[in-house]
């Protein structure tokens, strides 16, 4: 499957945007799609995570709990991930992942997914 994330962009402290994933070339309902970060100087961090086959169990970060939202279309192979309240912390390139693991108790480290998107930079003005 191929992935391209998209929606990045210049935000002030307190705004929100909306980033998306979208799949092609593969089963996307049979694949957790997960969300990281990286911000320079600094390692991938995982962000969120839904799983796929109808299930869509969820998993997000402590840090991004209650201020971001990931949810996913499998009509429109796309997961989106809606971020609220944005930090300047939150600045970062915005990779979004995939893999047919559907545990998503275990989908939280970059090494446990096979596929990437080339990701989109966002950033939070102070």
């Known amino acids: 499957v191929q992935l391209q994330a998209s929606g990045g962009g210049l935000v002030q402290t307190g705004g929100s945007l909306r980033l998306s994933c979208v799949a092609s070339g593969g089963a996307f309902s049979r694949y957790t799609i997960g969300w990281f970060r990286q911000a320079p100087m600094k390692e991938r961090e995982f962000v969120a995570t839904i799983s796929g086959l109808g299930r869509s169990t969820i998993k997000y970060a402590d840090s991004v709990k209650g201020r971001f939202t990931i949810s996913r279309d499998n009509a429109k192979n796309t997961v989106s991930l809606q971020m609220n309240s944005l930090k300047p912390e939150d600045t970062a390139i915005y990779y979004c992942?995939?893999?047919?693991?559907?545990?998503?108790?275990?989908?939280?480290?970059?090494?446990?997914?096979?596929?990437w998107g080339q990701g989109t930079l966002v950033t939070v003005s102070s």
């Open positions: 992942a995939g893999d047919r693991n559907l545990i998503v108790s275990s989908m939280t480290t970059p090494s446990a997914y096979d596929y």
